[in-house]
């Protein structure tokens, strides 16, 4: 296919200013005040949207089962998909193109030539464009969402829509800013002896090369949308390599770029997508080539670690796991606490990146009110929450989901299994399934809760990708913030929780949370989840311990994606 013009029409460039302009200015300001705003709803209401959306985004993702998802790129061998909804047991029957890696990296360069000439205000409202259409589908997305990754319908809706639009649209205003700070030309004076020395200078933004953005199956675009944009507001084609048993999502976002490139006169393969199986997994094969500059990766800490280990003179962004631990030191209320905590653990069955799976009590108890409450009271408290949540199956439906795949009931099997081998373990609620209101065939899970010594730290020391909450009894509060704090650093984390009374204790506990490179939060409960993260607010991740190099979203995410190149000469 050959490139495009890298100027698009005017007329329909000015409609598109005017459509996003304020929007992208906004974002910069959201950004700067860290405030509460998003150009998007993300509740699925039929009172915003109209009582026909709902039901078109449905039957819009019920037309794709069974059919070739057509996306015309380079390089297509065959088409493959082997999806399976963990809400029906049964597979999608969705393929997809299975372009040669070749193919797509020499169609990315060839785009590479005309993007990087296009200026990069004009890139940043193709990107607002982008994200106005995806959101104009958000309910075929959020069906696309349920049955490739497991989540409900409204988090899918809300999380992977417009969540994962607006961290793209920080991660662009991020871009924007770093980007308007490089003036494009000075008159440079200086005498020298004699000579009044007199340059023009010009300062070009400059791409580093293609993107490859690595998604991940559980949350197919709450990462991938920040590493499109930031790619390509700074001028990078990305191409998108989603999880092979969470293809859709990923798909979808790719043919919507390609539609909004196309419309504007710009070469599609900007944007590309990147099928494999996980038999026959391609990343290497991208990375390895020296076209490809820049790789944005999530999921797994192996794999993360082995990329951040042998990846050299390119750039790197990866987020992967971690412990995500809470501190009990003391409570006004243990229900609500334990009800912040459990609920947040089931939140999508424990499969977020951001779920508590560690809770450190001192052994001697908590103050908890007026009264005591020992570890134990502690998990009981915990199972009986989760345990009223899993008798109201409509909130269990809505709150939990499903359970992506079986490698996580697997990994929950696996873990009674050595509990079941120790004296030293009390597991006060077993893991159990959930009937699911609306799909009986639904692979679903409720949160085993354990009572286990410090010692055991072989079983609450790594992430377990499921269901699972330790309550583990440390000598007192410090010991429990030593514990947490310390595998932070060593295993990594997203997410940390302190509950406590005691402002001194809160203040004393900050300092080992910041040196660890620990997001903290404290005394969180009520109707938000203890676990959201607010795009244009919360920064998702520090790059501080092992549980990623990246955040989402900060400068560096979009600044090190672009370099400068320049020209002097006499004026």
């Excluded at 082997?82 to 299975?98: D, F, H, M, Q, W």
């Excluded at 070009?204 to 590493?227: D, E, K, Q, Y």
Aim: net charge negative.
């Amino acid at each position: 296919m050959a490139s495009k013009s890298a100027a698009p029409d005017n007329a329909a460039y000015e409609q598109l200013a005017e459509r996003h302009g304020a929007t992208l200015e906004r974002a910069i300001e959201a950004v700067a005040t860290r405030e509460s705003w998003s150009p998007f709803s993300d509740s699925p209401s039929s009172k915003i949207h109209g009582a026909e959306k709902p039901a078109a985004g449905r039957a819009a993702f019920e037309r794709l089962l069974g059919t070739r998802y057509e996306i015309d790129q380079p390089g297509i061998a065959e088409w493959i998909g082997n999806e399976v909804s963990p809400y029906t047991r049964e597979a999608l029957g969705i393929t997809y193109p299975r372009s040669e890696p070749a193919a797509l990296i020499a169609a990315g360069s060839a785009a590479l030539r005309s993007w990087r000439k296009v200026d990069f205000e004009t890139r940043a409202m193709v990107c607002l464009e982008i994200a106005q259409r995806l959101y104009d589908r958000n309910f075929e997305m959020a069906h696309g969402i349920m049955h490739v990754a497991g989540q409900s319908y409204v988090q899918a809706f809300a999380g992977s829509g417009p969540n994962a639009l607006d961290r793209g649209i920080e991660a662009l205003a991020y871009a924007v800013k770093a980007m308007r700070d490089v003036t494009p030309k000075a008159v440079w004076r200086r005498k020298f002896g004699p000579d009044d020395v007199a340059l023009d200078k010009r300062y070009t933004i400059m791409p580093r090369g293609l993107a490859l953005v690595i998604c991940c199956a559980s949350f197919p675009t709450w990462n991938a949308h920040p590493a499109l944009f930031a790619n390509l507001a700074t001028g990078n084609p990305a191409i998108m390599k989603p999880h092979p048993i969470a293809i859709l999502p990923v798909a979808m976002t790719v043919a919507v770029a390609r539609e909004v490139l196309e419309d504007f006169g710009f070469d599609p393969n900007v944007v590309t997508l990147a099928t494999d199986t996980v038999e026959e997994p391609v990343a290497e094969q991208f990375i390895a080539d020296p076209a490809v500059q820049i790789i944005d990766f999530t999921g797994s800490a192996r794999y993360g670690s082995h990329l951040e280990s042998t990846i050299t003179r390119k750039a790197l962004f990866t987020e992967t796991s971690g412990v995500n631990s809470v501190v009990m030191h003391s409570v006004a209320d243990l229900s609500q606490s334990a009800r912040a905590i459990a609920r947040s653990t089931a939140l999508f069955s424990a499969q977020m990146c951001t779920s508590p799976q560690t809770v450190f009590v001192p052994r001697d108890g908590i103050a908890a009110g007026t009264s005591q409450a020992s570890p134990r009271d502690v998990a009981e408290a915990l199972a009986s929450e989760i345990d009223a949540l899993v008798g109201n199956p409509a909130a269990a439906a809505s709150v939990m989901g499903a359970v992506q795949a079986e490698l996580s009931m697997d990994v929950v099997a696996r873990v009674r299994e050595e509990l079941a081998g120790r004296d030293d373990v009390e597991i006060v609620r077993e893991a159990s399934p959930y009937a699911h209101p609306d799909y009986p065939d639904a692979r679903t899970l409720s949160p085993l809760v354990a009572i286990i010594p410090k010692e055991a730290e072989a079983l609450y020391a790594d992430e377990q990708f499921g269901p699972v909450l330790f309550v583990v009894p440390t000598d007192d509060g410090d010991d429990a913030v030593a514990q947490a704090t310390r595998l932070a650093k060593e295993n990594g984390t997203i997410a940390t929780y302190l509950y406590s009374t005691d402002e001194d204790f809160i203040a004393r506990s900050t300092d080992a949370y910041e040196e660890a490179g620990a997001n903290l939060s404290i005394n969180l409960h009520g109707t938000m989840w203890i676990n959201f993260a607010a795009a244009y607010s919360d920064y998702h991740v520090t790059g501080l311990n092992p549980a990623g190099n990246a955040c989402l979203a900060d400068l560096a995410f979009a600044a090190s994606r672009f370099r400068i190149v320049q020209r002097r000469r006499p004026e």
